[in-house]
């Protein structure tokens, strides 16, 4: 079956602006995570989604920083007024459920570079 | 702070040896720990998991070792073929927090024939 799929999967913008990075999870995952890894680090938690709701949004690093998912489906992470901090790989996985348990199927990410 | 750590950033073996790749946490609510394989321009993968409950869990190649004592957990494959290099990250999640997974930095493993 279709596994997490992301688009775009590179994406060049300028600083200042604004972009959408979008998530399709896996059908009938109730779970919904998104990611950050810059260059040489590991992945950072940025938010989760148990079906359309985000219960903690701590992990986000600015108010720059938003995310909605709707149809307890796709999701996406926008990225007001972009910084060059803000390049990254932004990795987006769902789960079957919202559990520590339950492993998390990964996209393929999308490459951000602000420049 | 890194509540979970990965002090190693690479590690380098030779194919049928072991590969032993180690974890470190900091906060003594996790209870449920993965380790994940990523393959450059791809998303990581699912490997292996453990329970708190357990120490020990294996599957084929790979086996986890919990020593909660200690915060400690290893990975080990054996034994290790080429396909195997890749970056393998350790993630934590606790009871009550479950949506809110924390990874390691990432030990980069080399498999040389």
């Known amino acids: 079956g279709a596994g997490v799929s992301q688009s775009p999967s590179n994406k060049v913008t300028e600083k200042g602006k604004d972009v959408e990075l979008r998530c399709d999870p896996i059908?009938?995952?109730?779970?919904l995570y998104w990611y950050r890894q810059r260059l040489g680090q590991g992945l950072e938690f940025l938010i989760y989604?148990?079906?359309?709701?985000?219960?903690?949004k701590s992990g986000l690093p600015s108010d720059r920083f938003s995310a909605e998912r709707t149809g307890e489906s796709v999701s996406t992470l926008t990225i007001q007024r972009t910084q060059q901090e803000d390049s990254a790989v932004y990795l987006c996985?769902?789960?079957?459920?919202?559990?520590?348990?339950?492993?998390?199927?990964f996209g393929p990410g999308t490459r951000l570079t602000v420049t | 702070d890194q509540q979970v750590k990965q002090n190693s950033p690479s590690l380098s073996v030779q194919e049928g040896r072991i590969s032993i790749l180690n974890c470190d946490y900091t906060n003594s609510m996790f209870d449920y720990f993965l380790w994940y394989k990523k393959y450059p321009a791809e998303g990581p993968t699912f490997l292996i998991s453990?329970?708190?409950?357990?120490d020990k869990n294996e599957d084929g190649r790979f086996t986890v070792f919990l020593n909660k004592s200690a915060k400690h957990l290893s990975l080990h494959i054996v034994p290790s073929q080429p396909g195997d290099s890749a970056v393998y990250f350790c993630?934590?999640?606790?009871?009550?927090?479950?949506?809110?997974?924390?990874f390691g930095d990432g030990t980069t493993l080399t498999v040389k024939p």
């Open positions: 059908s009938g995952h109730t779970a």
């Open positions: 996985a769902s789960s079957l459920e919202v559990s520590g348990s339950y492993e998390q199927y």
């Open positions: 993630a934590a999640s606790a009871l009550g927090h479950a949506g809110k997974s924390t």
């Open positions: 989604f148990q079906g359309n709701s985000a219960p903690d």
């Open positions: 453990i329970s708190s409950i357990k």
